[in-house]
């Protein structure tokens, strides 16, 4: 059982379409749908959430990374990872919100790299191909065929987004059999890791072996399958620290480990400090 945390679950809700599996509107749209202080706790969505930044500026933090919004950048949240909204400044956007299952066991363009910052050619031809997003939604009548439309021009988007990456030098090297081995690795990781932090069960749960594995996540990551594991763990460590009030034995426990002094040990290796010691720093 998770720990009682401060971060609020969000499931995804149309109330529009309720099947449809996405929903597209304006930044200044969501802030008008809920009470005023809503956003000041930290949100876990169980959906995707794509933004394009139009104009001014804003602070968002994801996890534990600090992004700075402006004109240009797009952000891709993924469901599970924690979400805080800053309204400090005044920033508009486009945003799409979808399921994972929304684009299919295909959708392998939902990988592309986030945070981006767009130069301006880049950035109207993205713009223009999101208000082609728009527009489709806000005519849908829900049929299968406006849904395939929709599917195609959000895969088109992210697409997109792939290729822009894939000229800064952010694009994954690996071929696509390794791409589509690490996204199924990074399934059953979200599913496993407080069950398992071995190479080799992973790889025999997607029937690989754990050098195929390993050499898949150092084609496409720079870091081998074991720290891609750890990495994880340490991730949601630190989320439990900071978001909950439960004691270290506590959330080692939560996590796997059978000694929350084993726990110190693993977390100072990942974090570069105890636990205790980057509560601190976060928190207080």
Not at 52 to 61: D, E, F, K
Not at 98 to 114: R, V, W
Not at 207 to 223: F, I, K, W
Request: with cysteine; glycine share 8%.
């Amino acid at each position: 059982m998770c720990p009682p945390s401060s971060i609020r679950k969000v499931s995804y809700r149309n109330q529009r379409w309720p099947s449809l599996g996405i929903e597209t509107l304006w930044f200044s749209d969501l802030r008008d749908r809920v009470p005023q202080g809503y956003f000041t706790r930290p949100e876990r969505r169980d959906f995707h959430i794509l933004m394009l930044c139009t104009a001014g500026t804003g602070l968002h933090h994801v996890d534990f990374s600090r992004i700075e919004l402006h004109r240009g950048v797009v952000l891709h949240v993924h469901p599970g990872q924690v979400l805080q909204h800053s309204f400090e400044g005044d920033m508009e956007a486009r945003l799409a919100l979808f399921l994972p299952e929304f684009l299919g066991p295909e959708g392998h363009s939902a990988d592309a790299p986030s945070p981006l910052s767009l130069e301006e050619p880049e950035f109207q031809a993205l713009e223009r191909a999101f208000a082609e997003l728009q527009e489709e939604y806000e005519q849908t009548d829900g049929s299968p065929l406006s849904m395939g439309l929709l599917q195609h021009l959000l895969e088109a988007f992210l697409l997109r987004m792939n290729r822009v990456a894939r000229f800064e030098g952010a694009s994954p090297r690996g071929n696509p059999s390794q791409m589509e081995l690490l996204r199924l690795f990074r399934r059953e990781l979200e599913a496993s890791f407080r069950q398992s932090r071995e190479v080799a069960h992973y790889a025999r749960r997607l029937g690989y072996s754990a050098r195929t594995l390993d050499r898949a996540a150092m084609a496409l990551e720079d870091l081998s399958a074991k720290a891609l594991i750890d990495g994880r763990v340490v991730l949601e460590a630190k989320r439990l620290l900071v978001h909950t009030q439960e004691p270290v034995g506590t959330i080692a426990r939560h996590l796997g480990f059978s000694e929350a002094t084993n726990f110190a040990k693993f977390f100072r290796k990942g974090a570069g400090c105890s636990p205790t010691a980057f509560r601190d720093r976060m928190v207080g």
